[in-house]
């Protein structure tokens, strides 16, 4: 749990004044610091007390671990001026590390010999009875021969609904809508909060979601996906509608909030 009010030294995370503008003078670097991460496996909180001030911080040592780590590892962040929030965190990390260690404990001392034969699959513990999957419709862009641009998207029958838009607001009353929802809060945490996927319409088939036409909402850089993207503004109007429902619980999300 790494708590800070400022940035480190060097002027490549921040845009202030820096005694020691070239970085740490003990030559440490956030690249040498994600390797010891990634190494030790090490769940890593960041809690902020002015985020503003540190977000090019994180970013950068975000980009280095999800790197390093083929994207396994991410920076979870909390504000750590908010008591509750930095208590429910300082408890997920502390139990999620003491699960991690006992596994590693268990499966260090198992003997155990390879099987070559086919299992029995019937035998293994089956999908769960109601798995619903999300996936956004390709596209394409065509250019006519009189320079003329057109984007070109799979054609899906069925009617189309919105579960919730770019400006914040959430549709709850649609089936499904859950679903929709906790991918947002989803894709806010995975990114290491640096984004969030909202604007989500589409058709539902059964159990499969088709989507398109999202908005995505970068936390430092507003307009960078577009006129649509509206920053950090964007992400706060999301959570400032959105409640975490049983599937943002189960997947360990709620409490992480912008």
């Known amino acids: 749990m790494h708590i800070a009010d400022a940035p480190c030294h060097g002027t490549q995370y921040h845009s202030g004044d ?19 991460v990634v190494r030790l496996d090490i769940q890593y909180w960041f809690a902020y007390i002015n985020r503003s001030s540190t977000d090019k911080m994180i970013d950068i ?20 001026t908010k008591p509750d929030e930095l208590t429910s965190a300082v408890h997920k990390a502390v139990t999620a590390s003491v699960f991690a260690n006992e596994a590693r404990k268990k499966i260090g001392g198992m003997s155990s010999t390879l099987d070559s ?5 019937a035998s293994l513990l089956p999908q769960p009875a109601h798995l619903e999957t999300l ?8 250019k006519m021969d009189d320079g ?27 089936p499904g809508s859950d679903v929709m929802q906790a991918f947002s809060h989803f894709s806010y945490v995975h990114s290491g909060e640096s984004l969030l996927i909202c604007d989500l319409e589409g058709i539902k088939t059964g159990n499969r979601f088709q989507l398109t036409d999202p908005a995505i909402h970068n936390r430092t850089r507003p307009n960078y996906y577009g006129s649509t993207d509206s920053g950090f503004i964007g992400i706060k109007r999301f959570f400032k509608s959105h409640s975490c429902n049983g599937i943002c619980r189960q997947m360990g999300l709620e409490g992480i909030k912008a």
């Open 135 to 142: 996936e956004f419709l390709p596209v394409d862009v065509a």
């Open 18 to 36: 820096d005694t020691y503008p070239n970085g740490d003078p003990a030559g440490i670097t956030h690249e040498s610091m994600m390797a010891e």
């Open 117 to 121: 034969s086919e299992p029995n699959w």
């Open 148 to 174: 003329t641009l057109y984007v070109l998207q799979v054609f899906v029958s069925g009617k189309f609904k919105k579960y919730n838009m770019k400006n914040g607001i959430v549709c709850l009353n649609l």
């Open 61 to 80: 040592f975000n980009e280095s671990l999800k790197s390093q780590s083929s994207q396994r590892l991410i920076i979870r962040q909390v504000d750590a």
